[in-house]
């Protein structure tokens, strides 16, 4: 990947934010290359977070989160081409090592696919705070989950079209 750099003026870097326990934040890392079949954030671009980590680490009360939803790599591949599950955890466990707080932010949750245990299991020595948020299919992406579910997981089509076509969430 080549990286370019450009010089612009802004006039607030500062980004009213509705996750769970920020009113703002600062994303220095705009836009996404991922392709991830089931975000509805699209637009945003990848966070170069180890690249920038002495940077980082002058800053107080710094908080990074990096999302993982499964620690299955042929579902994450079939589902984005972002960075590999063990890149990511090992990417956390490098920022945690150097005193950065850090959130596992477990995004979108798939019905029966996602095992928070395992993964909580897995990342338990580095992660400081966890955040879980459920699939959320709406837009143009959401046919395209129900599809990859028929076809890769038939069992639980039921279990899917009753969630996110019935609307029933009990």
Not at 38 to 47: D, G, H, I
Not at 73 to 100: C, P, V, W, Y
Not at 147 to 154: A, N, T
């Amino acid at each position: 990947m080549q990286v370019c750099e450009r010089i612009i003026n802004v006039t607030d870097y500062v980004t009213k934010s509705n996750l769970p326990a920020s009113d703002y934040v600062i994303n220095p890392y705009v836009g996404c290359p991922h392709g991830c079949k089931y975000c509805y954030a699209c637009f945003m671009k990848p966070n170069l977070i180890l690249r920038d980590l002495e940077l980082l680490k002058q800053c107080k009360h710094l908080t990074v989160s990096m999302s993982i939803n499964t620690l299955d790599e042929k579902f994450r591949a079939d589902m984005d081409h972002a960075s590999s599950i063990k890149d990511r955890l090992q990417t956390l466990k490098t920022l945690h090592d150097n005193g950065i707080y850090t959130i596992l932010f477990m995004s979108p949750m798939f019905p029966e696919i996602t095992n928070f245990r395992k993964i909580i299991s897995a990342s338990k020595e580095f992660v400081d705070e966890y955040w879980l948020e459920n699939l959320n299919l709406r837009g143009s992406y959401k046919q395209t989950i129900m599809d990859y579910i028929k076809e890769q997981y038939p069992q639980l089509t039921s279990l899917y079209e009753t969630i996110y076509v019935k609307r029933n969430m009990s």
